[in-house]
């Protein structure tokens, strides 16, 4: 049964999606963006950060992933971020999705020393990046 941005009070199970609620008021969901329309991904911090993925289409939430453990379904992270999605989507940059599939193909091959690598190399060009970077990863996280 697909869930609805605008009646997630009815349609997700109260306890997990209280806590979803929480996590979303608690300032965890980071990183959002949005391509095509379409595709969502966040990042949502907790004891571990997990990444949300999300497909939706006129309020109607077709697809959820979470790489988290929880038996719930959806989980609290996949909730906290449709909170964020129904309250301040509007608030997000538009994205430039051009090239963005390739990439995204491309880089689940390279290890680990590489990503790090780009994304310091990234730093030291982007102003914007490396606050966002900073902001991040403040907070005492890993
Ligand atoms: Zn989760």
């Not at 680990?112 to 730093?123: G, M």
Request: charged share 30%; with cysteine.
């Amino acid at each position: 049964m697909p869930i609805h941005l605008q009646h997630l009070e009815s349609e997700t199970n109260e306890k997990t999606r209280l806590r979803g609620y929480d996590y979303y008021c608690e300032g965890r969901v980071k990183s959002v963006f949005n391509i095509n329309g379409i595709e969502w991904m966040a990042v949502v911090q907790g004891y571990d950060d997990h990444v949300v993925q999300l497909n939706i289409t006129n309020d109607s939430v077709l697809r959820h992933e979470c790489n988290c453990s929880d038996a719930e379904d959806p989980c609290k992270h996949v909730i906290a971020v449709l909170y964020y999605i129904r309250n301040e989507a509007h608030k997000l940059k538009k994205t430039d999705a051009t090239g963005y599939e390739e990439i995204k193909e491309n880089i689940s091959y390279l290890p680990p020393h590489v990503l790090r690598y780009l994304i310091l190399k990234y730093a030291t060009i982007s102003k914007e990046f490396r606050k966002f970077l900073l902001d991040y990863t403040k907070d005492g996280k890993k």
